[in-house]
């Protein structure tokens, strides 16, 4: 089963820094385009960035620009996100995703492998 695996989310302080990480499983990180999304509370789930095949597009919401740098090393089948200057507005769980295409993708409908998620929460 194709399945993204998320790990390295958790509890810190407001400007961070924390670094999620994203494992594929059953499918192939190289030829997959992949993007990051997150639902805080009481919210939809929202566009957070994405990153081509070869990590040479990305694509970040306007509300992480010049704070998150998505990056992919597909040699470790691992894509990351690096998130500096985190605010409590941050607070969400954070989903790794991949579309069967090698350019990115900025809406949900588009990825077709989603994992479990991974909580980040901001707090003093």
């Known amino acids: 089963q194709a399945q993204p695996g998320e790990s390295g989310g958790g509890l810190v302080r407001p400007v961070g820094p924390l670094r999620p990480s994203c494992k594929a499983s059953?499918?192939?990180?190289?030829?997959?385009?992949m993007g990051w999304f997150r639902r805080g509370p009481g919210k939809e789930r929202e566009f957070v960035a994405a990153?081509?095949?070869?990590?040479?597009?990305?694509n970040y919401a306007d509300s992480v620009k010049d704070r998150f740098t998505i990056s992919r090393d597909n040699a470790k089948n691992t894509v990351y996100l690096q998130m500096n200057s985190l605010k409590p507005e941050d607070t969400a769980v954070y989903y790794c995703?991949?579309?069967?295409?090698?350019?990115?993708?900025?809406?949900?409908?588009?990825?077709?492998?989603w994992g479990q998620g991974t909580q980040v929460t901001v707090s003093s």
């Open positions: 995703a991949g579309t069967r295409t090698w350019n990115i993708r900025n809406y949900s409908r588009e990825y077709d492998y």
């Open positions: 059953g499918f192939t990180l190289d030829l997959t385009a």
């Open positions: 990153i081509s095949y070869n990590g040479a597009v990305t």
